[in-house]
């Protein structure tokens, strides 16, 4: 196992863990903040370097998680998912009403508008970041709550592109929930509950995924889905989509109330070192300034953990954004040849089973083997999930009823056991809260993290939809050339995870309460 000094590629810098007595360590010691690399001799300190000294955590590895906190922070959680994908099921038809567009021009100024949504929140998110981790995670929330709910509700308003490109960047403007949210349940957890809140945590954005185009689709255009409600409603007439947008946003509005009076703060303020503020000793340098981006970059395996971070989300975007598409292609031209029913049962069937790995399979798994371990695992089956799209479609592609017998048996299995890939996106989160430097740098950490995803969901979608088109349209590579790409990105992240820093190596925390130099086991 690498040592717990580790900076992500193997090599140790130096400076060992002094040895504990075991005999001093008993089952309530606390769990350390960050990887240490010395003790001092006659003090609850642990060094890590000569600049920076933290204290160990107050809080024992069988604090019981707070459900009711954990239950109000997911409810919190629902409302960016809702708002996000609430639009799905009109934008379209919305852009084209209001900007008297050809049908062929649609799609561009709807992926427009979702990609300078995306793209908003990169430019802020490290703003909100460093906002909790110097104010607090509740007025952050709060505010960013506030911020979403009134935004979302003015969008069904919009009469033109460039009203409904505004707001749907204000929107994007207030993506501070996404950041506190993860940190909030973080600080919540301890090591051996962090698996289970995360896995609720996952579950709730993929509610939210479900329930944002139900309600968008439900309520968009009243006077004409419910003409015994709503016809002759002027308001409604003029604001066809105002309704599903005031839903949303009300259900924000819940959010801003149950998250002001309920929700408690978890930043625990005495942990927060101040910049330019000294360690009280004569002679020693100021702490650097602990959310700045640099100081975070070169804590030992933030590196390695963001970017397997990114490269998780990188093929979940790529996979989300061509399968709807592909399962739609016919068969001739690589696809499967599904109707829009076919098409929602089968993306019901991999919610459903996505869901089910979060929570009844991933927090086993990664007690017994370590998010790293299940991680390393997510690694090597993701390019067997990604070849088995295209061999399915090989498969129906011969035209026998043995071929379609065969095909619409193992096309279920295949995407009720495929969707555990998608534990690595629960386990790269907890692999960035293991290698966080402190709990004050957890909310920048967070953010640097959705930063970097926030760029990638603006074009990956744009991209690797172009590239299914082309590699279809042209047939290259026998028109699977985009599965080849992601096969090979696939492939990559194997190869990367297998990088990750002992931080989230299990019982890490154990061998270095004993005071164990993990590299001599080498």
């Given at each position: 196992?690498?040592?717990?000094?580790?900076?992500?590629?193997?090599?140790?810098?130096?400076?060992?863990?002094?040895?504990?007595?075991?005999d001093s360590?008993s089952?309530?010691?606390?769990l350390l903040?960050?990887?240490?690399v010395?003790?001092?001799?006659?003090?609850?300190?642990?060094?890590?370097?000569?600049?920076?000294?933290?204290?160990?955590?107050?809080?024992?590895?069988?604090?019981?998680?707070?459900?009711?906190?954990?239950?109000?922070?997911?409810?919190?959680?629902?409302?960016e998912?809702?708002?996000f994908?609430?639009?799905?099921?009109y934008?379209?038809?919305?852009?084209q009403?209001n900007?008297h567009?050809?049908?062929e021009?649609?799609?561009?100024?709807g992926?427009?508008i979702?990609s300078?949504?995306?793209?908003?929140?990169?430019v802020?998110?490290m703003?909100?970041?460093r906002?909790?981790?110097?104010?607090?995670r509740?007025?952050?929330?709060?505010?960013?709550?506030?911020?979403v709910?009134?935004?979302?509700?003015?969008?069904?308003l919009?009469?033109?592109?460039w009203?409904m490109?505004?707001?749907?960047?204000?929107a994007?403007?207030f993506?501070?929930t996404?950041?506190?949210?993860?940190t909030?349940?973080?600080?919540?957890?301890?090591?051996?509950?962090?698996?289970?809140?995360?896995?609720?945590?996952?579950?709730t954005s993929?509610?939210?995924?479900?329930l944002?185009?139900?309600?968008?689709?439900?309520?968009a255009?009243?006077?004409?889905?419910?003409?015994?409600a709503?016809?002759?409603?002027?308001?409604?007439?003029?604001?066809?989509?105002?309704?599903s947008?005031?839903?949303?946003?009300c259900?924000?509005?819940?959010?801003?109330l149950?998250s002001a009076?309920f929700?408690e703060?978890t930043?625990?303020?005495?942990?927060?070192p101040?910049?330019g503020?000294?360690?009280?000793?004569?002679?020693t340098?100021p702490?650097?300034e602990p959310?700045?981006?640099?100081?975070?970059?070169?804590a030992?395996?933030v590196?390695?953990?963001l970017?397997?971070?990114g490269?998780?989300?990188?093929?979940?975007f790529a996979?989300?954004?061509?399968?709807?598409?592909?399962?739609?292609?016919?068969?001739?031209?690589?696809?499967?040849s599904?109707?829009?029913?076919?098409?929602?049962?089968?993306?019901?069937l991999t919610?459903v089973?996505?869901?089910?790995?979060?929570l009844?399979?991933?927090?086993p798994?990664?007690r017994?083997?370590?998010?790293?371990g299940?991680?390393?695992?997510c690694?090597?089956?993701?390019?067997?999930?990604?070849?088995?799209?295209?061999f399915l479609?090989l498969?129906?592609?011969?035209?026998?009823?043995?071929?379609?017998?065969?095909?619409?048996?193992i096309?279920?299995?295949?995407?009720?056991?495929?969707?555990?890939?998608?534990?690595?996106?629960?386990?790269?989160?907890?692999?960035?809260?293991d290698?966080?430097?402190s709990?004050?740098?957890?909310?920048?950490l967070n953010?640097?993290?959705?930063?970097?995803?926030?760029?990638?969901?603006?074009f990956s979608?744009?991209?690797f939809?172009s590239?299914?088109?082309?590699?279809?349209?042209y047939e290259l590579?026998?028109g699977?050339?985009?599965?080849?790409?992601?096969?090979v990105?696939a492939?990559a992240?194997?190869?990367s995870?297998?990088?990750?820093?002992?931080?989230?190596e299990?019982?890490?925390?154990?061998?270095?309460?004993?005071?164990r130099d993990v590299?001599?086991d080498?």
């Amino acid at each position: 196992m690498a040592s717990n000094n580790d900076d992500g590629n193997g090599e140790n810098n130096g400076n060992n863990i002094h040895s504990v007595s075991p005999d001093s360590v008993s089952e309530t010691t606390p769990l350390l903040v960050v990887s240490p690399v010395a003790t001092t001799s006659g003090s609850d300190t642990l060094a890590a370097g000569d600049d920076e000294s933290y204290r160990l955590l107050d809080r024992p590895e069988d604090k019981p998680l707070p459900r009711l906190q954990i239950f109000l922070l997911c409810y919190a959680r629902l409302v960016e998912p809702i708002a996000f994908f609430s639009i799905f099921p009109y934008i379209n038809q919305m852009v084209q009403e209001n900007g008297h567009l050809d049908e062929e021009d649609v799609g561009f100024y709807g992926g427009l508008i979702e990609s300078l949504f995306s793209l908003t929140q990169m430019v802020v998110m490290m703003f909100w970041g460093r906002a909790a981790d110097r104010w607090g995670r509740k007025p952050v929330l709060v505010s960013s709550l506030f911020g979403v709910a009134i935004s979302v509700s003015l969008f069904g308003l919009a009469r033109s592109i460039w009203q409904m490109i505004v707001l749907r960047c204000l929107a994007g403007i207030f993506a501070g929930t996404v950041v506190t949210i993860r940190t909030m349940i973080a600080e919540h957890s301890t090591p051996h509950t962090q698996a289970r809140a995360f896995s609720w945590f996952a579950f709730t954005s993929n509610i939210g995924i479900f329930l944002g185009p139900l309600i968008g689709g439900a309520l968009a255009d009243p006077a004409h889905q419910y003409p015994w409600a709503f016809s002759g409603v002027p308001f409604f007439e003029e604001y066809p989509y105002a309704l599903s947008s005031i839903v949303v946003g009300c259900i924000g509005l819940t959010a801003v109330l149950t998250s002001a009076l309920f929700i408690e703060e978890t930043l625990d303020r005495s942990k927060v070192p101040s910049a330019g503020s000294s360690d009280g000793e004569a002679g020693t340098t100021p702490k650097p300034e602990p959310t700045s981006t640099l100081y975070l970059l070169k804590a030992p395996g933030v590196r390695i953990v963001l970017y397997n971070y990114g490269h998780a989300m990188l093929l979940g975007f790529a996979y989300t954004a061509i399968v709807p598409v592909f399962w739609y292609t016919s068969v001739e031209h690589g696809g499967f040849s599904f109707t829009p029913l076919q098409i929602s049962l089968y993306m019901g069937l991999t919610g459903v089973s996505q869901a089910l790995w979060l929570l009844l399979v991933f927090p086993p798994l990664q007690r017994r083997y370590g998010t790293n371990g299940v991680l390393r695992a997510c690694g090597i089956a993701y390019p067997f999930f990604i070849v088995a799209m295209p061999f399915l479609n090989l498969i129906l592609y011969q035209g026998t009823p043995a071929s379609n017998t065969a095909f619409w048996i193992i096309v279920p299995i295949i995407l009720a056991l495929g969707p555990g890939v998608s534990m690595a996106f629960t386990g790269v989160q907890l692999a960035l809260n293991d290698v966080s430097p402190s709990p004050a740098t957890l909310g920048t950490l967070n953010a640097l993290a959705l930063t970097i995803t926030s760029g990638l969901r603006a074009f990956s979608p744009v991209l690797f939809t172009s590239l299914f088109a082309i590699s279809a349209k042209y047939e290259l590579v026998w028109g699977y050339l985009v599965w080849l790409i992601l096969t090979v990105i696939a492939a990559a992240f194997t190869v990367s995870t297998r990088f990750l820093p002992a931080a989230s190596e299990k019982d890490y925390d154990r061998e270095v309460l004993l005071g164990r130099d993990v590299d001599d086991d080498n």
